[in-house]
């Protein structure tokens, strides 16, 4: 399998784009923290060309001009909005001309049903695909934007405290990562068992819930590194040795056994491929010394 050389930041939604100066660990001039900062350090710098693509939003020029904006605070002012509506647009010239002079794109938050119905295999997919695949081309999306990134799409689902069959609603994203099944908002609108219920149904792929403010960076599609103030729950569904889900009737609670979960905070790290996780310790944090890396 061919690695990427492209890397891929998919955000939970809800990254902070409003800081004072008692928030100085979110400045670009006092390190990392600020998700949005990521998505320019490893697109280039400030002088990079980002593209954001506002597909998903209701409300598309309220949502590019907050970004722009913010962006333009952290010192990034290189940017375009791309509101795709249609495949017409998404395999107009003048639209591939701009993804092909960009250093990184960033798909918004809203619907990810939108960002698939205009945009899944037109040309602009196509050239997305072809960057990330053979350049040093970053692809973010935050919220539905990041949702989007997978194969297998969560589309809407009920955020229910039972685990049912067939709550959820799929859809088919982008595709950028086929082993992964990503879900944003995780924490705070509750949505453990709709992810379950995508790994009973797809145990050979990843469940990666973002919580909000939280992101994950994706390298040679295989090595990710968790970003941002919150946490990001990993769901490994290879070692189910309970799984009904394809004998139950729909709408039956489901039961799983052995579904391995990993909670990863910033700086933390998991590698898809050999299933492991790699803890950051910042000994400065710990009442003893201990190992600054622990591999599981």
């Given at each position: 399998m061919i690695k990427p050389k492209g890397t891929l930041i998919a955000i939970g939604g809800n990254e902070q784009k409003e800081f004072t100066k008692r928030d100085e660990k979110?400045?670009?001039?006092?390190?990392?923290?600020?998700?949005?900062?990521?998505?320019?350090?490893?697109?280039?710098?400030?002088?990079?060309?980002?593209?954001?693509?506002?597909?998903?939003?209701?409300?598309?020029?309220?949502?590019g001009d907050k970004y722009k904006e913010t962006f333009k605070i952290l010192?990034?002012?290189?940017?375009?909005i791309l509101d795709i509506r249609d495949h017409e647009m998404a395999n107009d010239p003048n639209t591939l001309k701009r993804i092909e002079e960009a250093d990184a794109v960033l798909f918004s938050g809203g619907d990810q049903s939108q960002i698939s119905r205009f945009i899944k295999g037109t040309q602009t997919h196509e050239l997305l695909n072809n960057r990330y695949v053979n350049e040093e081309f970053v692809?973010?999306?935050?919220?539905?934007?990041s949702v989007?990134?997978?194969?297998?799409?969560?589309?809407g689902g009920r955020n229910g405290t039972v685990l049912k069959k067939n709550d959820l609603k799929w859809g088919r994203g982008l595709g950028f990562m086929r082993d992964v099944i990503f879900d944003?908002?995780?924490?705070r609108r509750g949505r453990f068992g709709r992810l379950a219920e995508a790994v009973a149904l797809h145990p050979?792929?990843?469940?990666?819930?973002?919580?909000?403010?939280?992101?994950?960076?994706?390298?040679?599609g295989n090595v990710c590194e968790i970003i941002g103030s919150g946490m990001v729950v990993l769901f490994d569904g290879s070692n189910l040795?309970?799984?009904?889900?394809q004998n139950l009737r729909d709408y039956v609670p489901i039961s799983l056994a052995n579904l391995t979960v990993h909670i990863l905070a910033t700086e933390d790290k998991y590698?898809?491929?050999?299933?492991?996780?790699?803890i950051h310790y910042d000994e400065r944090h710990h009442k003893e010394d201990k190992e600054k890396v622990m591999q599981f």
């Amino acid at each position: 399998m061919i690695k990427p050389k492209g890397t891929l930041i998919a955000i939970g939604g809800n990254e902070q784009k409003e800081f004072t100066k008692r928030d100085e660990k979110f400045h670009p001039h006092f390190g990392e923290g600020f998700i949005l900062q990521d998505i320019i350090n490893h697109s280039g710098g400030p002088e990079s060309r980002i593209e954001i693509i506002t597909s998903a939003s209701a409300i598309p020029e309220v949502v590019g001009d907050k970004y722009k904006e913010t962006f333009k605070i952290l010192g990034a002012e290189n940017l375009g909005i791309l509101d795709i509506r249609d495949h017409e647009m998404a395999n107009d010239p003048n639209t591939l001309k701009r993804i092909e002079e960009a250093d990184a794109v960033l798909f918004s938050g809203g619907d990810q049903s939108q960002i698939s119905r205009f945009i899944k295999g037109t040309q602009t997919h196509e050239l997305l695909n072809n960057r990330y695949v053979n350049e040093e081309f970053v692809i973010a999306g935050t919220s539905a934007g990041s949702v989007v990134m997978s194969d297998h799409m969560i589309a809407g689902g009920r955020n229910g405290t039972v685990l049912k069959k067939n709550d959820l609603k799929w859809g088919r994203g982008l595709g950028f990562m086929r082993d992964v099944i990503f879900d944003s908002h995780f924490i705070r609108r509750g949505r453990f068992g709709r992810l379950a219920e995508a790994v009973a149904l797809h145990p050979d792929k990843l469940g990666v819930g973002l919580g909000e403010d939280t992101g994950i960076i994706i390298s040679e599609g295989n090595v990710c590194e968790i970003i941002g103030s919150g946490m990001v729950v990993l769901f490994d569904g290879s070692n189910l040795d309970f799984n009904e889900y394809q004998n139950l009737r729909d709408y039956v609670p489901i039961s799983l056994a052995n579904l391995t979960v990993h909670i990863l905070a910033t700086e933390d790290k998991y590698f898809i491929k050999e299933k492991k996780a790699e803890i950051h310790y910042d000994e400065r944090h710990h009442k003893e010394d201990k190992e600054k890396v622990m591999q599981f």
